[in-house]
Every structure is written in structure tokens, then in C-alpha cells.
């Protein structure tokens, strides 16, 4: 429990956290990868260096130090936070790691600001927020080891089908190679995959959204090869593996997924953001679901449009399924050419009581949001993923 004086140092410090520069944020995590090159093995090295991640963490912290006094704020924040570490394996005793190059840094770079006192104070507030994760992300990992189907850490997954969905875009199926049955996930979630290229020193960790719906036997992902402005480290490596070859994957993750199977449901994606919607799609027609689906879908050119036979085939068999699709370039099989623009559609969107879930580039997100809610979809039906770091629309 926190004291009074605890809070109030500690809510004094959210601008600290909350402008903390890139020189905080870089010196915290160079300090952490000097003292501690194993996390190298967890950490996504790329988006270090993009910087992307970098400012999540004093983000996280700074809303916390917000929040403190009335943590349910934070609900779907952490819950978030919690299913991407869960897909990551952290552990409990990565906690103190972390805290003591945190507290350490802001010794460090601004001592005159972060006083005995403050420290004292921040001590005390992150052991209760790591206790916090550590209890969510230990409720995750018990689901997982207990379920059907389930397990803890990784487990070695067989490549048993590989199929080109479009240019870039390449589907793998992944089959346990115990011969056991698998987890399953809830459409929309993700799987984290560890693996070691030969030309990697340090293990690389992704997240894929599981493309398929639950069948307990299997899962599929479908995978961008990202080439600019440099081949993408894990991308690249999995489209040259070829079938047959073991991955090591931990238990199905995320916070995004179909929550409601009684209303009308509208998914929207642009390029490789089609992954989830496909699951959820799956379900959706195999389901009792008995409403509209309308599926809407972005990308470049004819040649990046994965999965179009699949569509095709599935809105021949369910007539309460919609398809459009817009190619930014024009060309054979869309319905719009260029951006997205929901005003063009000849349906009619379930603007009062449809669910509306969205994946694809972060600009792209934030564009059908802005539309959606100038159309009168209220903001709690809006739903999406980013395939990084979270960011708000
Ligand atoms: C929840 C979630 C679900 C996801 N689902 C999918 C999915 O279904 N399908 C899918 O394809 N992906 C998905 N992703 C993305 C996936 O996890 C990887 O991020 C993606 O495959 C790229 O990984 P990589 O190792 O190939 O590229 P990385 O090596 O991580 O590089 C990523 C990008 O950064 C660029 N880059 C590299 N170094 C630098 C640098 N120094 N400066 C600037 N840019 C640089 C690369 O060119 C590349 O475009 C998902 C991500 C999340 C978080
Ligand atoms: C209370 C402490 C912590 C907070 C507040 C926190 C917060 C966050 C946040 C906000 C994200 C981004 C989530 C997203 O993708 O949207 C994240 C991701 C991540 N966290 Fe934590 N975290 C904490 C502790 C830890 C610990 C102890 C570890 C392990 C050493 C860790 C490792 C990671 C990793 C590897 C990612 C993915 C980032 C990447 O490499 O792309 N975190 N965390």
C-alpha cells in the first residue's frame, strides 16, 4: 500500500517521465544491454533502433505515475502490456532488472531533480506495478500451460504447408511436432515466434497474428517479407525456410479479438493487416453468427492482394458477407481505386450497432478511425491493432 507522501512525490514526477528525451531514453536502454546482453535474446533490437519502443516504457511509466490513485484507468493499458510481454515469456525476475537500470538512469542523468526522497518513492511505486504485471502475465501463463491444448515457454512447431498469399505476403502453417493438439486462440490474437538466424547473435522474438480460425490442431500466420529500407530480419528469414523446418512459437496472445459474435461486424485492413481479419472472419461464418459481415480491405496493387481467391470463394458461399476493396494504384479485381474512403461504399455500414475492428499501417488506422467517427460510430465500437508498439489514434 502507498502512502499519501509516495503518491504525491511520485505524481510529481510525470513530466519528468513524460518529456523524458531520447537522451533518458536511449542512456536507460544502452545502460540495460550493457549490463544485461541476455535481454538482447528478448528485446526487438530493430525497433531500438528505430526508437520505436524506446519511449513506450517512460510512456507506460508516466501514465502510471498519472494514474496511481486510481489504477482502473490503466485497465486496458496494462492488459495490453501484459499480453505482449506474455508472447515475449517475461518473467518475474525481469522486473528488478529493469527497475534498477530505470531508477539507476535517472540517477544518473538528473540528480538533482530525482532526490533521495523521489527515489525512495519510485522504488516503492514500481515494485507495486511490477507486482501488478507479474500477477496478470503469471494468470496468462497458467491459462496457457493448463488449457487444452496448451503449454509454457516455447514449444517446436513443424512447417508443415507454406503458400504464397500475394507478392509479398507468404501463409505458414505451423504444426506442433509433439503431434499434440493446440491452444485455441481467440480470433485476432497473435503468436510470438522465437527464432535464431544463422547470421543473428542474439535471438529475435516476433509477433504474428494467427490468420486462420481455431481448428485445435494447427495454426497458420501469413508473413510480409519487409525489404525497405533494409530486409527485415525475420521476415526475410522464415520465407527462405523451407517446409519442414521447426520454429519454436509461445502460446497464442493479445487483447484484440472478436468480442462479439451477435452483432453486425465490419473489418477493416490495409496490406499485410489482413491477417486477423481473416481469423475473425473464419470464425464469424462458422459460427452461429447470423448478422452483416463486411469486410473492407486497402493495399497497393493487384499483385499485394492476398488472400483474393479465399474472398472471393467465401462471399460467393455466405450471402451476408460484403467485400470491397481499393488498390492505392487501380488496377484488376478492386472496387475503388485509391485511399480508402468509407463514403464511397454502396452498403450501408452498421454505423449504430455495428463492431469495428481495423489493422494496417498506423496512418491508415488513424484515417478510418477519423472517417468512422465523423460517420457516427461511437468511439467504444472502434477496435485495432498495431503491429508494433501500441499507439493511440
Ligand atoms: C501484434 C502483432 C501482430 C503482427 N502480425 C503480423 C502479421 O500477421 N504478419 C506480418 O507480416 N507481420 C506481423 N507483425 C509484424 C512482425 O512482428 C514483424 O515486426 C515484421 O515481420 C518485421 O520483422 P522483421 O524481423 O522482418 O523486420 P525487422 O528486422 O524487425 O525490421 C522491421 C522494419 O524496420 C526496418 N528497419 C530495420 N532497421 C532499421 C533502421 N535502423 N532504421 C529504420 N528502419 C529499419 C526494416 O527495413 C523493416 O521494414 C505483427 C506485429 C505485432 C506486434
Ligand atoms: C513495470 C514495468 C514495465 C512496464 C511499465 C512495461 C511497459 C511496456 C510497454 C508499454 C510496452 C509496449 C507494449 C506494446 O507493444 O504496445 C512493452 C513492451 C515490451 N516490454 Fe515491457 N514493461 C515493463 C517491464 C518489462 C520487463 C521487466 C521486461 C523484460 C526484460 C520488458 C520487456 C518488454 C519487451 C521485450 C517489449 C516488446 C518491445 C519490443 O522489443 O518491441 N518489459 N513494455
Known amino acids: 500500500m502507498l502512502t499519501d507522501n509516495t503518491i504525491k512525490i511520485v505524481k510529481s514526477t510525470v513530466p519528468l517521465l513524460a518529456e523524458a528525451g531520447t537522451v533518458i ?27 520505436k519502443q524506446q519511449f513506450a516504457l517512460f510512456n507506460a511509466l508516466a501514465a502510471y505515475a498519472q494514474n496511481i490513485d486510481k489504477l482502473a484507468v490503466l485497465k486496458d493499458a496494462l492488459e495490453r502490456i501484459n499480453h505482449k510481454h506474455a508472447s515475449l515469456n517475461i518473467l518475474p525476475e525481469h522486473y528488478p532488472i529493469v527497475g534498477g537500470h530505470l531508477i539507476a538512469t535517472l540517477k544518473e542523468l538528473i540528480p538533482d531533480q530525482f532526490t533521495p526522497e523521489v527515489e525512495y518513492a519510485w522504488r516503492e511505486a514500481y515494485a507495486v506495478l511490477s507486482d501488478i504485471c507479474i500477477t496478470e502475465e503469471a494468470a496468462l501463463y497458467a491459462h496457457n500451460k493448463n488449457t487444452q491444448g496448451g503449454w509454457s515457454g516455447t514449444r517446436q512447431f513443424e512447417m508443415t504447408n507454406k503458400q504464397q498469399e500475394s507478392e509479398l505476403v507468404t501463409s505458414f502453417e505451423l504444426t506442433p511436432v509433439d ?93 499485410v493487416g489482413q491477417t486477423p481479419m481473416m481469423a475473425m472472419l473464419e470464425t464469424l461464418l462458422s459460427d452461429k453468427h447470423t448478422e452483416k459481415i463486411i469486410y473492407l480491405h486497402a493495399c497497393e496493387t493487384p499483385k499485394q492482394h492476398s488472400f483474393a481467391n479465399d474472398l472471393n470463394e467465401l462471399s460467393r458461399l455466405y450471402n451476408r458477407l460484403q467485400t470491397a476493396t481499393w488498390f492505392n494504384q487501380g488496377g484488376e479485381g478492386c472496387n475503388y481505386t485509391g485511399l480508402m474512403n468509407l463514403r464511397d461504399l454502396d452498403t450501408e455500414l452498421p454505423i449504430n450497432n455495428g463492431e469495428f475492428y481495423l489493422c494496417g499501417p498506423v496512418n491508415f488506422m488513424a484515417f478510418i478511425k477519423t472517417q468512422l467517427l465523423d460517420l457516427g460510430v461511437d468511439n467504444s465500437r472502434i477496435h485495432y491493432e498495431l503491429f508494433g508498439p501500441h499507439q493511440d489514434l
Do not use: W
Open 179 to 271: 503431434g499434440k493438439e493446440v491452444i485455441s486462440h481467440k480470433p485476432g490474437q497473435y503468436l510470438g515466434i522465437k527464432i535464431k538466424p544463422d547470421n543473428c547473435q542474439y535471438e529475435q522474438i516476433r509477433q504474428y497474428s494467427i490468420s486462420q480460425k481455431a481448428n485445435g490442431k494447427n495454426y497458420r500466420i501469413s508473413v510480409k517479407k519487409e525489404l525497405f529500407p533494409k530486409p527485415g530480419v525475420v521476415s526475410n528469414y522464415l520465407h527462405s525456410l523451407p517446409q519442414g523446418s521447426v520454429v519454436e512459437l509461445y502460446p497464442p496472445a493479445g487483447d484484440f479479438y472478436l468480442r462479439d459474435n451477435a452483432t453486425p461486424t465490419v473489418l477493416v485492413s490495409a496490406g
Open 25 to 51: 531514453t536511449e542512456h536507460f536502454y544502452k545502460r540495460m544491454f550493457s549490463h544485461n546482453p541476455e535481454l538482447k535474446n528478448i528485446f526487438n533490437m530493430t525497433n531500438q533502433a528505430k526508437g
